[in-house]
Nanobody
C-alpha cells in the first residue's frame, strides 16, 4: 500500500486548509486510515482516524471540533479538513493505513505511512 499526502501549505491563524491522502490499496475499504502529525522537536502525535466505511471517526482532543476526517473509497482518498487553525497546528502531517477496520489512535497499529505534507500556521 502506498500513500501520498498532499495539500499542505502556509495559512494564517484562524484560516482553513484541507490535506488529502491518496492510497494505492485495492480495495481501499479494507483499511482504516489515520492522520498523525509531528511538529519540530516534538514527538509524532495522533490527529484523527476514520474506519473502513467512513462511518466512524475519532479525534485528538486538541483538534476536536475544528478538524474533520472523511474518505471516499471509490476514489481511494482520505481528507482532513482543518478549520480555525492555530500556530500550534504547525507540523508535518502524515496519513497512515492499517488493516484493522476500526479507527485507532495507536500509531503502532498502522503498517503503511505516507511521506507527509507540511502545514504552517502563521500568527
Amino acid at each position: 500500500v502506498q500513500l501520498q499526502a498532499s495539500g499542505g501549505g502556509l495559512v494564517q491563524a484562524g484560516g482553513s486548509l484541507r490535506v488529502s491522502c491518496a492510497a494505492s490499496a485495492r480495495p481501499f475499504s479494507r483499511f482504516a486510515v489515520g492522520w498523525f502529525r509531528q511538529a519540530p522537536a516534538k514527538e509524532r502525535e495522533f490527529v484523527a482516524a476514520v474506519n473502513w466505511s467512513g462511518g466512524d471517526a475519532i479525534y485528538a482532543d486538541s483538534v476536536k471540533g475544528r478538524f474533520t476526517i472523511s474518505r471516499e473509497n471509490a476514489k481511494n482518498m482520505v481528507y482532513l479538513q482543518m478549520n480555525s487553525l492555530k500556530p500550534e497546528d504547525t507540523a508535518v502531517y502524515y496519513c497512515a493505513a492499517t488493516g484493522e477496520l476500526s479507527a485507532s489512535s495507536r500509531a503502532n497499529l498502522y503498517d503503511y505511512w505516507g511521506q507527509g505534507t507540511l502545514v504552517t500556521v502563521s500568527s
